[in-house]
């Protein structure tokens, strides 16, 4: 379990076997909202940065399916979540 605070101060994404589940974290290209009561942008970025120190053919698993595919691997994620600059981990 990693805690990943973003706006409830119990969130966690669990990690185990290379598949990573985001709950609302982060999903395939994008991430979760902070624009709610108790959101917080920089959590967000911190929990997100600290997700992608794992390794990068770890295969993402969010709750919802919002993006182009269902799940992608990290180093997708890097290459086209579209806050991967705002997090520091943009990879072209």
Do not use: W
């Not at 917080?40 to 911190?46: C, D, E, F, T």
């Not at 709750?63 to 990290?74: C, E, K, N, R």
Request: charged share 20%; hydrophobic share 25%; with cysteine.
């Amino acid at each position: 379990m990693l805690y990943t605070p973003k706006y409830t101060l119990g969130e966690a994404c669990y990690y185990g076997k290379g598949k990573l589940f985001t709950g609302d974290t982060l999903f395939v290209g994008d991430s979760g909202r902070t624009d709610l009561p108790y959101g917080h942008r920089p959590s967000l970025g911190a929990s997100i940065r600290r997700l992608m120190q794992l390794p990068e053919d770890t295969v993402v698993m969010p709750v919802h399916d919002y993006g182009p595919t269902s799940t992608a691997t990290l180093r997708q994620q890097k290459r086209h979540n579209i806050n991967a600059k705002e997090y520091g981990f943009y990879t072209p």
